[in-house]
């Protein structure tokens, strides 16, 4: 068909003129003149390309529909049309009218106006165009009213009469439909659309139905983007105002209602901790225990709110009370929500109240009298408890809330619900540390010392270092009372002229070690003697070791502060037992836990009232003494010990004689602190030997606690089962970590030699020991570590109540009867008889230790005897029992 035909060519005339209008000309439209002769040249195929060329590149779905209909009028010159979209998922697939009646001339802002005004809804299946969507075939009817599909409704309502349609399913590049579009009555006076406007429409659509899925996914994309740069901002917003809720609130409502489009926003706040049931489960739990899997009590359902923020013209903040929850048609749908845990969508609020039975008995009072549809979302926490509720009221257009709608809603629900939490988080941390701050004033009022133990103190007599053999390193507290364990801590700052030096208030600094003492708590090992004891050892080694040339007198300082202070509420356990009990110590600090808390004590009391004797000291030494005092406090963990311990090695085998810099001077400091907090190893025996049966029942106390709360068995050393095994677990420690240190630290500090000889005399003694109780030979009992058993050989109870059986030898020559002699075959068996756990009638301690008293004490001579055996048995088994007899008598000889 050429442009010779006049009607065309007015059609033609016309798109150009549409395309000026839009400003979307297309290019070969543009370049060429609208010459008769130039119309001529071009063909039907020409304006067709043209025409799809217009709508191709065209990604505003607003845009591009209008250009759908009003091209479509123009070539098949219908008098107007209705372009509709499908929307939903199968079953319940509908169409929405986008455009409605446009005609040629109707401009694009009106055309929206109208569709928006009228929400038009067909589901498939229903209707002409519903019809034509389900069958995805086109529908020519000749005369509508005549066909039953026909709805004149629209036509009653407008005034317009229908003739002819002409329905066409748009389906994209997979063949699903995307819409329908519709085109009603001819303008050139025609009676039917004919076949030819059929393939023409058909052939147009086909390309729009591409055009319609870019745009849609283009439309996607940029509300996708835009979601995205909300949900960006949320996020920002979350962590801008975790101080406060209703700020946060503010911002989540108000992105909200400008990005859904809808009239008013609210959100309630639940009401947790109202009813009595969840104070009472909180008082019921008991202190220190973990919470048990199923709770006490039930927990309570969701019953009330005490919150409401709404931002509709204005933004308000309510407090609700429960008569409010009972009058608000709002809170009663929220509080159905909030009950169900589930997103509500309500289409007409009027007939969910009718369904719900709810009765307003005030109309002039009702919240929800302009309502119409209302989208309602759960808040969530963390923990998926619910709440609040978050309510989206009346969308823009009067429509319901879509599925879309209901996703993004969604994701507000969720930052919504974070943010939420996060503050009342940080409101609940607040609380806590107020109520921690309140529990710190009134532990620091009872950690302190009374200002009488404090006078006493400051008017008593401080004796001489001398008379409390200070500057010995065998100096021990079995003989001190607790008075003067104070008046001997107050000598050693006196001594080493602190309290002059860094102008220390004599009543601050006895004030300050009574409360020290005060904070020690009363376990077998770890108490204020024990600090009292590594405190005496830093002072002898820095005085009569000649520590003190190395280290400044503000480290001095720090050193004897950090040893007094070192094992600060010490509970009795160790990091370990910390750790597998989950403690709250444990969760505040993941390694070196007891020795973080001990420093935190200790500031705790320096920072308490007239106890912080670094008051004089300037900024700057105050920052210097408290890392000298932090550092060294936890380098008395061992396992810090163990990390620097070959570092510290390296320097003194590389001849290392400048100490002065901070990184070797925090290794010196740290492997000093080690030395004086093990430094018991290097006592006297009796001292050593009494210290170890308090450190063995502390620790023996710790493996009766993991038994009993952890259900595990605890290590060698802590297990009372096994305290028999506690001389050769002295000796591994003295191996491990004391004769290495007091070696290193000997021999590059001549002064304090005393320390390794000390150790290395008390670990013959515990190697003694480790024999005998290898032997069978010594023993602890039930409940203490006991004396030696020489100790009890060294007395001269007599013997009695021992039942011995005594085997003799055959003999060629018969033993005297005034002899008196006793032989008996130093076999091991005999020594096994006496182990614990064996069978044996020996079981008490005094007749064990008669029985060592009794045996090899015939008055015959050794050789007489082994001539006795040689006698009868042969050489080789002589031989054999001769070796056992020597062995087994060498061990006893510290006995006997």
């Given at each position: 068909?050429?442009?010779?035909?006049?009607?065309?060519?007015?059609?033609?005339?016309?798109?150009?003129?549409?395309c000026?209008?839009?400003?979307?000309i297309?290019?070969?439209?543009?370049?060429?003149?609208?010459?008769?002769?130039?119309?001529?040249?071009?063909?039907?195929?020409?304006?067709?390309?043209?025409?799809?060329?217009?709508?191709?590149n065209?990604?505003?779905i607003?845009?591009?529909?209008h250009?759908?209909?009003?091209?479509?009028?123009?070539?098949?010159?219908?008098?107007?049309?209705?372009?509709?979209?499908a929307?939903?998922?199968?079953?319940?697939?509908?169409?929405?009218?986008?455009?409605?009646?446009?005609?040629?001339?109707?401009d694009?802002?009106?055309?929206?106006?109208?569709?928006?005004?009228?929400?038009i809804?067909?589901?498939?299946?229903?209707?002409?165009?519903?019809?034509?969507?389900?069958t995805?075939?086109?529908?020519?009817?000749?005369?509508?009213?005549?066909?039953?599909?026909?709805?004149?409704?629209?036509?009653?309502?407008?005034?317009?009469?229908?003739e002819?349609?002409?329905?066409?399913?748009?389906?994209?590049?997979?063949?699903?439909?995307?819409?329908?579009?519709?085109?009603i009555?001819?303008?050139?006076?025609?009676?039917?659309?004919?076949?030819?406007d059929?393939?023409?429409?058909?052939?147009?659509?086909?390309?729009?139905?591409?055009?319609?899925?870019?745009?849609?996914?283009?439309?996607?994309?940029?509300?996708?983007?835009?979601?995205?740069?909300?949900l960006?901002?949320?996020?920002?917003?979350?962590?801008?105002?975790?101080?406060?809720?209703?700020?946060?609130?503010?911002?989540?409502?108000?992105?909200?209602?400008?990005?859904?489009?809808?009239?008013?926003?609210?959100?309630?706040?639940?009401?947790?901790?109202?009813?009595?049931?969840?104070?009472?489960?909180?008082?019921?739990?008991?202190?220190g225990?973990r919470?048990?899997?199923?709770?006490?009590?039930?927990?309570?359902?969701?019953?009330?709110f005490?919150?409401?923020?709404?931002?509709?013209?204005?933004?308000?903040?309510?407090?609700?009370?429960?008569?409010?929850d009972?009058?608000?048609?709002?809170?009663?749908?929220?509080?159905?929500?909030a009950?169900?845990?589930?997103?509500?969508?309500?289409?007409?609020?009027?007939?969910w109240?009718?369904?719900?039975?709810?009765?307003?008995?005030?109309?002039?009072?009702?919240?929800?009298?302009?309502?119409?549809?209302?989208?309602c979302?759960?808040?969530?926490?963390?923990?998926?408890?619910?709440?609040?509720?978050?309510?989206?009221?009346?969308?823009?257009?009067?429509s319901?809330?879509?599925?879309?709608?209901?996703?993004?809603?969604?994701?507000?629900?969720?930052?919504?619900?974070?943010?939420?939490?996060?503050?009342?988080?940080y409101?609940?941390?607040?609380?806590?540390?107020?109520?921690?701050?309140?529990?710190?004033?009134?532990?620091?009022?009872?950690?302190?010392?009374?200002?009488?133990?404090?006078?006493?103190?400051c008017?008593?007599?401080?004796?001489?270092?001398?008379?409390?053999n200070?500057?010995s390193?065998?100096?021990?507290?079995?003989?001190?009372?607790?008075?003067?364990?104070?008046?001997?801590t107050?000598r050693?700052?006196?001594?080493?002229?602190?309290?002059?030096?860094?102008?220390?208030?004599?009543?601050?600094?006895?004030?300050?070690?009574?409360?020290?003492?005060?904070?020690?708590?009363?376990?077998?090992?770890?108490?204020?003697?024990?600090?009292?004891?590594?405190?005496q050892?830093?002072?002898?080694?820095?005085?009569?070791?000649?520590?003190?040339?190395?280290?400044?007198?503000?480290?001095?300082?720090?050193?004897?502060?950090?040893?007094?202070?070192?094992?600060?509420?010490?509970?009795?356990?160790?990091?370990?037992?910390?750790?597998?009990?989950?403690?709250?110590l444990?969760?505040?600090?993941?390694?070196?836990?007891?020795?973080?808390?001990?420093?935190?004590?200790?500031?705790?009391?320096?920072?308490?009232?007239?106890?912080?004797?670094?008051?004089?000291?300037s900024?700057?030494?105050?920052?210097?003494?408290m890392?000298?005092?932090?550092?060294?406090?936890?380098?008395?963990?061992?396992?810090?010990?163990?990390?620097?311990k070959?570092?510290?090695?390296?320097?003194?085998?590389?001849?290392?004689?400048?100490?002065?810099?901070?990184?070797?001077?925090?290794?010196?400091?740290?492997?000093?602190?080690?030395?004086?907090?093990?430094?018991a190893?290097?006592?006297?025996?009796e001292?050593?030997?009494?210290v170890?049966?308090?450190?063995?029942d502390?620790?023996?106390?710790?493996?009766?606690?993991e038994?009993?709360?952890?259900?595990q068995q605890?290590?060698?050393?802590?297990?009372r089962?096994?305290?028999?095994?506690?001389?050769?677990?002295?000796?591994?420690?003295?191996?491990?970590?004391?004769?290495?240190?007091y070696?290193?630290?000997?021999?590059?500090f001549?002064?304090?030699?005393?320390?390794?000889?000390?150790?290395?005399?008390?670990?013959?003694?515990?190697?003694?020991?480790?024999?005998?109780?290898?032997?069978?030979?010594?023993?602890?009992?039930?409940?203490?570590?006991?004396?030696?058993?020489?100790?009890?050989t060294?007395?001269?109870?007599?013997?009695?109540?021992?039942?011995?059986?005594?085997?003799?030898?055959?003999?060629?020559?018969?033993v005297?009867?005034?002899?008196n002699?006793a032989?008996?075959?130093?076999i091991k068996?005999?020594?096994?008889?006496?182990?614990?756990?064996?069978?044996?009638?020996?079981?008490?301690?005094?007749?064990?230790?008669?029985?060592?008293?009794?045996?090899?004490?015939?008055?015959?001579?050794?050789?007489?005897?082994?001539?006795?055996v040689?006698?009868?048995?042969?050489?080789?088994?002589?031989?054999?029992?001769?070796n056992k007899?020597?062995?087994?008598?060498?061990?006893?000889?510290?006995?006997?």
């Amino acid at each position: 068909m050429n442009f010779n035909d006049q009607n065309l060519a007015s059609r033609y005339a016309l798109i150009v003129h549409n395309c000026a209008a839009t400003r979307t000309i297309p290019a070969q439209v543009r370049s060429r003149s609208p010459s008769s002769s130039a119309q001529r040249q071009l063909d039907e195929a020409d304006l067709f390309m043209d025409l799809i060329k217009d709508v191709a590149n065209e990604l505003d779905i607003d845009v591009l529909c209008h250009k759908i209909l009003v091209n479509v009028c123009l070539l098949t010159s219908a008098d107007r049309g209705s372009l509709f979209l499908a929307k939903g998922t199968p079953p319940n697939r509908y169409l929405q009218a986008k455009l409605f009646d446009v005609t040629r001339d109707t401009d694009l802002y009106d055309a929206l106006s109208i569709a928006r005004t009228q929400e038009i809804r067909i589901p498939f299946g229903v209707g002409v165009a519903g019809l034509a969507a389900q069958t995805k075939h086109p529908i020519n009817i000749k005369n509508a009213y005549a066909d039953p599909r026909f709805n004149s409704e629209i036509d009653a309502r407008t005034g317009y009469k229908t003739e002819l349609i002409l329905c066409m399913p748009i389906c994209n590049c997979e063949g699903d439909v995307v819409g329908v579009a519709q085109i009603i009555n001819k303008t050139d006076g025609s009676k039917e659309f004919s076949a030819r406007d059929v393939e023409v429409f058909r052939r147009y659509l086909t390309f729009c139905g591409i055009g319609i899925q870019n745009a849609q996914l283009f439309e996607s994309s940029v509300l996708e983007y835009k979601r995205n740069q909300i949900l960006l901002a949320l996020a920002r917003s979350i962590f801008e105002e975790q101080s406060n809720l209703e700020c946060l609130v503010t911002k989540i409502m108000t992105e909200a209602r400008e990005l859904l489009k809808c009239e008013r926003c609210a959100v309630f706040i639940l009401d947790t901790d109202h009813c009595e049931s969840s104070h009472l489960e909180r008082i019921v739990q008991r202190p220190g225990g973990r919470p048990s899997g199923t709770p006490a009590l039930p927990p309570p359902a969701p019953t009330r709110f005490h919150t409401l923020f709404e931002l509709a013209a204005k933004h308000s903040r309510t407090t609700l009370t429960p008569r409010h929850d009972i009058k608000s048609t709002l809170a009663c749908i929220a509080l159905a929500v909030a009950r169900s845990n589930k997103a509500l969508n309500i289409s007409d609020v009027d007939e969910w109240r009718k369904e719900n039975n709810m009765v307003i008995s005030d109309p002039t009072t009702d919240d929800a009298v302009n309502v119409r549809t209302m989208l309602c979302m759960p808040i969530v926490n963390a923990n998926k408890d619910v709440i609040g509720v978050a309510q989206l009221i009346n969308k823009e257009n009067g429509s319901q809330f879509t599925d879309g709608d209901i996703s993004i809603f969604e994701a507000f629900a969720i930052f919504c619900g974070l943010g939420i939490h996060n503050t009342q988080m940080y409101e609940n941390a607040c609380k806590l540390m107020a109520k921690q701050k309140v529990a710190l004033e009134c532990l620091s009022y009872h950690a302190t010392a009374s200002a009488e133990d404090t006078k006493k103190l400051c008017d008593d007599v401080i004796p001489s270092a001398e008379i409390y053999n200070l500057y010995s390193y065998k100096f021990h507290d079995f003989d001190l009372s607790d008075e003067d364990t104070c008046r001997a801590t107050l000598r050693m700052f006196l001594q080493c002229n602190l309290v002059e030096k860094f102008h220390i208030p004599y009543e601050v600094l006895c004030r300050w070690i009574l409360s020290v003492k005060k904070n020690y708590r009363p376990v077998k090992y770890h108490n204020w003697r024990h600090a009292l004891n590594v405190a005496q050892t830093m002072f002898a080694m820095l005085k009569t070791g000649k520590m003190e040339r190395f280290m400044s007198d503000l480290e001095i300082l720090g050193l004897l502060v950090a040893c007094l202070c070192h094992d600060l509420d010490h509970r009795g356990t160790n990091n370990a037992f910390q750790t597998k009990t989950e403690s709250p110590l444990a969760i505040l600090y993941s390694t070196s836990t007891m020795e973080h808390h001990h420093f935190d004590q200790c500031v705790m009391i320096l920072n308490s009232e007239s106890n912080n004797i670094f008051q004089a000291l300037s900024p700057c030494d105050y920052k210097d003494v408290m890392r000298v005092v932090e550092t060294a406090i936890l380098s008395t963990d061992l396992a810090m010990y163990f990390k620097k311990k070959s570092k510290f090695l390296e320097l003194v085998e590389n001849g290392e004689f400048d100490w002065q810099s901070q990184e070797k001077k925090e290794l010196l400091c740290g492997m000093m602190m080690t030395a004086c907090d093990v430094s018991a190893i290097a006592k006297p025996w009796e001292v050593q030997h009494k210290v170890a049966k308090l450190v063995a029942d502390e620790f023996f106390d710790q493996g009766d606690l993991e038994k009993l709360q952890l259900n595990q068995q605890p290590i060698a050393m802590m297990d009372r089962e096994k305290k028999d095994e506690l001389p050769q677990m002295q000796v591994g420690f003295i191996d491990m970590i004391c004769l290495p240190l007091y070696k290193v630290l000997s021999d590059t500090f001549p002064w304090i030699q005393p320390l390794y000889t000390g150790t290395m005399e008390n670990r013959q003694r515990w190697q003694d020991l480790a024999e005998k109780v290898e032997m069978g030979l010594t023993w602890i009992d039930h409940d203490t570590i006991d004396k030696p058993i020489e100790e009890f050989t060294a007395s001269n109870e007599a013997i009695k109540d021992v039942e011995l059986t005594v085997t003799t030898l055959n003999c060629t020559r018969p033993v005297s009867d005034s002899s008196n002699m006793a032989l008996v075959k130093p076999i091991k068996t005999s020594f096994h008889s006496l182990r614990r756990g064996k069978t044996s009638n020996l079981s008490s301690r005094p007749t064990r230790s008669k029985l060592t008293r009794s045996l090899y004490a015939a008055p015959s001579s050794r050789e007489e005897r082994e001539r006795t055996v040689r006698e009868e048995k042969p050489a080789t088994e002589v031989a054999s029992q001769t070796n056992k007899a020597s062995k087994h008598k060498g061990r006893l000889c510290h006995m006997l």
